[in-house]
């Protein structure tokens, strides 16, 4: 299993620099998801002009067809308050806001964390906390 936050789904969609390495890593899990919560981010931020510039509902079609192709599940994982624990714990440690982690970043540590998973994602602040993050 594998936690793939929304970074690293608009990397691969996007066919940024890093892609290839999340997509590598992303073949070798056998069971990936995400959350409604990261594919959500994935869409705000692939609807803007400089991605696919279009409404949301077309780039959800869009991450969801891909999503789907990739064999990513969409799910919730965990208790909600036991993610939500995680999520308050690593914003305490590491903070939120410019130069801190997301309100997103915090949720997708936290649903890697609930479900004791690998993080697949190219954010830095996120490798810095004690997830365990590919590639």
Not at 13 to 27: H, I, K, N, R, S
Not at 45 to 56: E, F, N
Not at 74 to 96: N, Q
Not at 120 to 135: G, N, V
């Amino acid at each position: 299993m594998m936690f793939v936050d929304a970074c690293a789904i608009v990397s691969m969609m996007a066919g940024e620099d890093t892609a290839e390495a999340y997509e590598t890593a992303l073949a070798r899990a056998t069971s990936p998801y995400t959350s409604p919560l990261a594919s959500w981010e994935a869409i705000i931020v692939l609807s803007r002009s400089d991605q696919l510039d279009c409404r949301y509902g077309e780039a959800e079609g869009a991450v969801v067809e891909w999503l789907d192709a990739r064999g990513i599940d969409i799910r919730e994982s965990g208790s909600p308050r036991e993610v939500l624990r995680f999520a308050v714990a690593v914003a305490e440690k590491h903070g939120i806001g410019r130069r801190y982690l997301s309100n997103f970043d915090c949720f997708h540590y936290a649903y890697a964390r609930v479900t004791e998973q690998p993080l697949l994602t190219p954010d830095q602040l996120l490798r810095d906390t004690d997830a365990d993050t590919l590639p």
